[in-house]
């Protein structure tokens, strides 16, 4: 699969829902990082496929998942590194409140499998959304 395939791959997992599916798109061992806060627990490093899996459950148990919106502006591709530009709205589930933010996701891609995902967002909007 080309890494255009890989990633688009990906995002379709992702909006089907299931975290151990989405999971079977990384390689075994992964470099992740989602910057953020400590109160934050979805956020930091990953470097496993299993964790990928771990990451979404704890993000899907602390957003309210109908009112994701996601809007794909671009996929940007050059061999095997893609970077993806969006824009995510979510609602936090602990404070009800809303927060919308432009995003990046940069890629690696080898043999098929996704090795490097870094998620640039406003981590301060993030934070002050689930801020009690």
């Known amino acids: ?3 255009r395939e890989v990633v ?3 995002l379709g997992l992702l909006a089907a829902g299931d975290p151990d599916t989405v ?3 990384f390689a075994k ?3 992740w990082y989602v910057p953020g806060s400590p109160q934050l627990p979805w956020t930091g490093r990953r ?3 299993a964790e990928v899996a771990d990451y979404l459950r704890t993000l899907g148990e602390n957003i309210v998942p109908e009112e994701n919106v996601d809007n794909v502006e671009a996929l940007i591709v050059e061999g095997d590194n893609a970077v993806l530009l969006a824009e995510f709205s979510r609602v936090a589930k602990s404070t009800g409140r809303p927060y919308q933010m432009p995003i990046a996701m940069r890629f690696q891609v080898a043999d098929g499998e996704i090795t490097k995902l870094y998620l640039y967002e406003d981590t301060f909007k993030v934070a002050q959304a689930y801020a009690q």
């Open 8 to 10: 688009e791959k990906f």
């Open 47 to 49: 470097t496993t496929r």
């Open 23 to 25: 999971a079977g798109v």
């Open 1 to 3: 699969m080309s890494t």
């Open 29 to 31: 061992e992964i470099d």
